[in-house]
């Protein structure tokens, strides 16, 4: 019996952060039919992680995969998931959990992210241009630094004035700096990029502070249901059962 693909995601108070989470799924099930994919969220969304899991244990599975839907390895994934899983592997001594890594950094999230701001209507030969790339921001400075490696990529392949990263908690540069920056550089237009999965609280926090600053930007959505995140996520999955049935079975938590 192949085991489960349960995805955790953050989970917000926004509606529209669960329904494009699921949306997701949907496309790694049109991609993997036989797979049993299910969704839990960490906080503030249901299913929690642990009822899911328990759920999985109750039809009969002997181990899961977990595949966090984190862009990267800050506090949640190096607290939470960890966390979670030990609760439900105490509660069920036979269960075996694996923790496939975060989704980030990976070249698909790139690109997926790339995608979505061309959706907006953004080229890559305005050289008026300066482009934002926002993330949520993290206490953990390798996570906010991943985000600034994929803006200097694109401003390595690109014609605009300039391309940054910002954030909306946690970490600066916040979005309205970001945009004198680049401002300062030349940039006469400007666009802003999601480094986020879903809709929420904080992509729409930038968008506003973005509007109130700039004037007019060009807002891309976030990378949610694009189709290489749902390659990205199989791949994971596949790589962490993969070294759970490895003779040098790697460790269940991150």
Do not use: C
């Not at 989470?21 to 994919?37: E, G, K, Q, Y």
């Amino acid at each position: 019996m192949t085991a489960p693909l349960v995805a955790v995601a953050h989970g917000s108070r926004d509606p529209r952060s669960a329904a494009t989470i699921h949306a997701l799924l949907d496309v790694v099930r049109s991609m993997r039919p036989d797979l049993d994919v299910r969704v839990a969220f960490l906080d503030l969304s249901a299913p929690r992680v642990g009822d899911v899991l328990s759920a999985v244990h109750g039809d009969g599975h002997s181990a899961a995969v977990v595949v966090p839907l984190l862009l990267g390895r800050a506090f949640h994934a190096r607290v939470d998931v960890p966390a979670a899983v030990a609760e439900a592997e105490r509660r069920y001594p036979r269960f075996r959990v694996h923790v496939a890594d975060v989704l980030g950094p990976d070249p698909r999230l790139d690109e997926a992210a790339w995608r979505r701001l061309a959706e907006a209507g953004v080229s890559p030969e305005d050289r008026r241009l300066g482009v934002v790339l926002a993330g949520a921001g993290s206490s953990h400075a390798p996570a906010n630094r991943l985000v600034a490696a994929v803006a200097e990529r694109w401003q390595g392949k690109t014609s605009w004035t300039g391309a940054v990263a910002a954030f909306a908690a946690a970490a600066e540069p916040a979005v309205p700096a970001a945009i004198e920056a680049l401002r300062a550089r030349g940039a006469r237009r400007f666009a802003v990029a999601s480094w986020f999965l879903a809709p929420g609280l904080l992509p729409d926090r930038i968008s506003a502070q973005a509007r109130q600053h700039a004037g007019g930007p060009l807002i891309a959505t976030p990378m949610a249901d694009d189709a290489g995140v749902a390659e990205l996520v199989l791949r994971r999955y596949a790589d962490a059962l993969a070294a759970a049935t490895s003779p040098l079975r790697l460790p269940t938590a991150l």
